[in-house]
């Protein structure tokens, strides 16, 4: 898989490199011997592709590594630290917020070989499995059994566990069944220096030392690499119905949500979807969904006769919300196609107008579920106010939203009013008690929101990763290292002459000469003089 045509602009070596000569070819070479000529690449074709997620960022890495085991991960990870080289683990790429994109180049880590179900022990309700694991192949797994990993994340088909750990990423049954959080019981990580640690347990309750695993849990890849997860089980439900209810008004439809909760009654989901994202989907996959202000899309699940009589409570509580129309189904096909409708919408809505692209800016902010009326509305009226068009659905059930905006990709203008838009989306958000991300995580994308959410606790997450990883060298400038407005390292055709970057204080050129941060991370070694 490896090539090595001789570049520029590869590794770049520090003034303190071990064993002198020329970082690159060093690096390589040892690399090469940790895992073989076919299991990496420096050909421009891989480090291209691998320089994207699903985020609207892209950067190049230097190479790619293929590791098998925790061994070479941690062998990997020991020459990266003695060489000063970033090292940035990758799962499947459908991050949202550039936690893949590698910003100062170095080892990509690609851990979709190390996916074994290594243990199921239902008896005990904990899994062990590797980080490559698909969360649905695990899910196939255990569903045989009568169990199942409930998070239920919209990329099931393609995430991995373990970028599922450190991003904390959940779905649309959060509501009732929680995080990725709620269910690590342990975990396997090769820390910044190389070593291995093993954190928590095999067993439900555990009172013994500092909780590690949550620390890392959310961690997205900047204080070690998680090489195996110890996953607690749930108990599949034996009946779920859904109920798909209309609105001509956004805000009774988020007062639904609300009501709901409040009656009070658990549903398992509640989707929401608003015009247009309807619009879009109707256009895209021809799915006849109802042409209202917004619908919910309400689920319940457990015992066949409560699933039963939590349907009928939930019509009863939607039309008193102002439904004009509901329709209730228990037949799996009915719920999987209403499913697949709500789950078409991302890629639907780049085909709102055949200008326009949907991007991940604002993308999974949660607020207190009673605030979801007014977060719909203000999203809206914020969008409207700014010229741009932004679809909000999302798991709101939970208070977690979505809004993908549509954006020209070519034409700055169109990217200055999102960012416009986006900062004031955000300002709503905190303002009304939510947070910036509820699932997605922070790295490039929402890494100024979460400055502002987190302004007093920003020095001690600087503090522990000064702790664990003194070099800076896993996914280096991420979340609290990040400097300057988000419209950066562009995967679109526009700042072509700025390199990509809408310009600011902070160059993307700025972004990479110094450790993002500037004054505020001078206490942190930076990774090139």
């Known amino acids: 898989m490896r090539s090595s045509p001789e570049r520029e602009n590869d590794f770049i070596e520090p003034p303190s490199c071990p064993g002198g000569g020329p970082m690159k070819q060093r690096v390589i070479d040892e690399l090469e011997k940790i895992v073989g000529k076919e299991r990496m690449s420096t050909k421009i074709a891989d480090l291209y592709v691998y320089g994207f997620d699903a985020s609207i960022h892209h950067k190049n890495p230097d190479v790619i590594v293929k590791p098998a085991n ?25 991050a949202m917020c550039g936690h893949t994109v590698p910003l100062k180049g170095g080892i990509i880590m690609d851990m979709t070989l190390m996916n074994k179900i290594k243990e199921v022990r239902v008896e005990d309700l904990y899994c062990v499995v590797e980080p490559g694991v698909i969360y649905d192949k695990l899910n196939a797994v255990l569903g045989k059994k009568g169990f199942w990993f409930p998070t239920t994340p919209g990329s099931g088909e393609a995430c991995t566990i373990g970028g599922m750990v450190v991003t904390n990423a959940s779905g649309m049954r959060a509501i009732k069944y929680g995080a990725t959080r709620d269910y690590v019981l342990g975990l396997e990580v090769v820390m910044p220096t190389g070593e291995i640690i093993h954190t928590g347990t095999r067993t439900l309750k555990n009172s013994s030392g500092y909780q590690i695993d949550r620390l890392m849990v959310g961690s997205e890849g900047t204080l070690g690499i998680v090489t195996e997860i110890t ?3 749930a108990f599949k439900p034996k009946a779920s119905a859904m109920t798909l209810a209309a609105f001509n008004s956004l805000q009774d439809a988020g007062r ?27 256009k895209c996959m021809n799915v006849g969904l109802p042409d209202v202000a917004a619908i919910c899309m309400i689920e319940v ?18 039309r008193q919300s102002g439904a004009v129309h509901t329709e209730a189904s228990s037949d799996k096909k009915k719920i999987d196609y209403w499913t697949y409708a709500r789950k078409a919408i991302m890629p639907a809505l780049s085909r709102y107008g055949e200008k326009f692209v949907s991007v991940a800016l604002a993308d999974d902010m949660s607020v207190p579920i009673s605030k979801i009326p007014e977060a719909v509305v203000a999203f809206q009226k914020i969008a409207e106010q700014n010229g741009v068009i932004v679809g909000t659905y999302g798991h709101s059930a939970d208070g977690n939203l979505h809004t993908k905006m549509l954006v020209e990709p070519g034409s700055d203008d169109s990217w200055r009013r999102g960012e416009k838009a986006v900062g004031e989306i955000y300002d709503k958000v905190l303002e009304l008690g939510g947070t910036v991300t509820g699932e997605h995580g922070v790295s490039i994308t929402k ?18 990763k000064k702790a664990l990883d003194p070099k800076n060298i896993m996914n280096p400038g991420k979340i609290f290292d990040w400097d300057g ?10 700042f072509c002459e700025s390199g990509g970057c809408m310009p600011s204080v902070k160059t ?22």
């Open 485 to 494: 407005n988000i419209i950066a390292h562009l995967r679109y055709p526009a």
């Open 447 to 464: 890494a100024p929101y979460m400055k502002k959410e987190r302004a007093d606790s920003l020095e001690t997450m600087r503090r522990i």
């Open 231 to 233: 996953l607690k089980l």
């Open 301 to 318: 699940d457990g015992h066949p006769t409560a699933v039963e009589e939590e349907l009928k409570i939930v019509e009863e509580i939607a």
């Open 70 to 94: 925790a061994r070479e991960v941690s062998e990997i990870v020991k020459l990266a630290n003695a060489t000063r080289t970033p090292v940035v683990p990758r799962g499947a790429g459908t």
């Open 508 to 529: 993307c050129e700025g972004q990479d000469e110094q450790s993002a941060g500037g004054k505020q991370r001078r206490d942190i070694d930076p990774l090139v003089p």
């Open 256 to 282: 639904c949500v609300s009501n709901i909760i409040a009656r009070p009654l658990m549903p398992s989901a509640i989707e929401l979807m608003d015009s247009v994202c309807i619009k879009a989907v109707n």
